[in-house]
């Protein structure tokens, strides 16, 4: 690629330029290639000797005279020189290398200029630089006026662009606690190196960020370029999920992210900028191939992968394309926007697949958590229906008990009436007798004890239990959690009113920022009220029933938006009933109501 861009570089043909009274002049169809020669013989002229590599540029102007900035496309170079010609004379206008810092331009811009100043008439200039690769130079002739609003412009359009790339930064902050959390990090990469080599591109980093160090400048677009591709790859071993259902390109992929890594290291050493560009366009083929592999094995969102991974490819393609006829882009966009609008697209696309991801995950979540509930409340049925068909049954066997003590009574009496002598058989009898109404009361007693139906819950226990399981998590908060106990004695299923209290305390603690969270019981009217305050934001009214459905969530909720709706339907079905006050901006009160026929 590198070879062909340096073949094509010298296409231009050269026609004379006549500056527009707009005050701006694009110079691409005047600008030609000089050979070695001619180049050799301007830089005899300069009194300056001949410098190895390099592209050389010949400009022909025709202008109304005064000051004018040339700028030549570009945001930096290891060496650049410009030379005007007129009158016969010929004189530098700009001369900087490697070593040259942002305040040795003379005109502080994110883009090279060389001051002009231009006689009526005809004018020459030449233009040496070299740089990262043989782009065809895109030059304009500015008056100083227009290059302000043209800034303004452009300063407008990439604060937009960066915008956009900014704004999917909240994408991976919303996965980093999920179960892809590791490819949701390479994705925050993947936009921080974006945002980076787009401000290299347009010249802003070495304006704001390192004026200072111009050959870690120079170093710059190759070291975020590799570190855009390690992101990548990373974020496709964890996005195509590589490791169980591609192992062999999971192993590639690991080997990939150690070459990158080195490659990465020798261009710092040896300014490997070509290899770099080969080892991306490498890549891009790759990738797209391996997207293709995820569409085909059905992985969600892959899609979305594939498309952010093909213009990775067709941008450089079409760089290229733009080079070898001699274009510069599209109408009013120059070729070094063809990275901007790749990192843009990238950026948009894998931050689709990311949320496409990531709400299909939640969406089984949320329908495991309702499948857990069903079960739960399934189970719980399932044990009060069995322990209402034992309880029948020691019933029945109480009362059969009960109709045969009465015989063996009445028999007793009667074997006393008839035998008034005593004798050991009489005894005997009357021992076996009493040994047999003595079994039937036991078994009587036993079925009396054994209505357990449903089980008793000591409250103080239960909100123990609740106190331990949410404390550690109040406290990485800063809350204070304040249980108080309850000597209230409830009847139910513990599992049951367990699962509803603590569904309102993981709520409380999620939404509340600070304060605190009490939990205790108060005796009402017709039964007994478990109570949780808290000092949250609050429910407006109009919301809190809404919130009671499924899918439901507040504002600034991450979850699931079900926990109300499993705490409302725990409570229906063990008779209890759910109440909520809440005051916007001051904290909420969420009650579980116990009538009386449920208390012990």
Known sequence: ??????????????????????????????????????????????????????????????????????????????????????????????????????????????????????APGAATVYVYYHSHGKLLMSAHLWHPDQLNASDTEAHLFSGLVIGIMLAMVPVAVLGLGGQRAFGYRMYGAIVLTNILFVGQVEGYNFAFLWPNAPVWNMLAPGVLGGLSLMAHIGFAMDFLQMRARMPQLHRWHRLMLVVCGLTIIAHVIYELDTLLTIQMLAYSGFGCAVAVIGVHRRIEAARFYLLGTSILLATPLLLFIFVILGLDAVPL???????????????????????????????????????????????????????????????????????????????????????????????????????????????????????RLPEPIVLTAMFGQLGQAFQAQANVKGLRLSV?????????????????????????????????????????????????????????????????????????????????????????????????????GRGSCFAVFIPSTLMC
């Open 333 to 451: 966009v120059p070729v070094l926007s063809f990275p901007k609008f790749a990192g843009l697209g990238e950026t948009l696309l894998f931050g689709a697949a990311v949320v496409s991801q990531l709400k299909k995950f939640n969406a089984r979540q949320a329908d495991s958590r309702l499948a857990e509930a069903a079960q739960l409340l399934q189970a719980e049925q399932a044990k009060l229906a069995a322990l209402e068909q034992a309880n029948e049954r020691l019933l029945r066997l109480a009362s059969a008990s009960h109709d045969i003590a009465q015989p063996l009574a009445s028999l007793r009496l009667a074997f006393s009436a008839l035998a008034p002598v005593e004798g050991p058989v009489a005894e005997h009898i009357d021992t076996t007798l009493a040994y047999a109404q003595s079994l039937l009361k036991d078994l009587i007693e036993q079925a009396r004890q054994d209505q």
């Open 484 to 584: 108080r106990p309850s000597d209230a004695r409830v009847t139910g299923s513990s599992l049951l009113l367990y699962r509803i209290l603590a569904n309102l305390l993981a709520n409380a603690v999620h939404h509340t920022p600070s304060g605190r969270i009490v939990l205790g019981a108060r005796r009402r009217p017709g039964g007994i009220e478990i109570q949780l305050f808290d000092t949250g934001p609050g429910i407006p009214a109009p919301a809190r029933e809404r919130l009671m459905q499924p899918f439901e969530q507040g504002g600034h909720s991450e979850g699931f938006g079900l926990g109300l709706f499993i705490v409302k339907n725990l409570c229906q079905q063990c008779g209890y009933a759910l109440r909520i006050a809440s005051t916007p």
């Open 1 to 118: 690629m590198a070879l062909l861009l340096c073949c094509c570089a010298g296409h231009a043909q050269a026609q004379g330029c006549s500056e527009s009274p707009d005050g701006q002049t694009a110079l691409h169809a005047c600008v030609h290639a000089l050979p070695d020669a001619a180049a050799a013989q301007v830089m005899a002229a300069a009194g300056l000797p001949a410098v190895p590599g390099g592209q050389w540029y010949r400009i022909d102007l025709s202008t109304a005279g005064g000051k004018r900035l040339l700028d030549i496309g570009i945001p930096d170079a290891y060496r650049v020189r410009v030379f005007q010609q007129q009158g016969g004379q010929l004189r530098s206008a700009l001369d900087l290398d490697a070593a040259s810092t942002y305040t040795d331009r003379p005109v502080q811009h994110r883009h090279l200029m060389a001051p002009l100043s231009l």
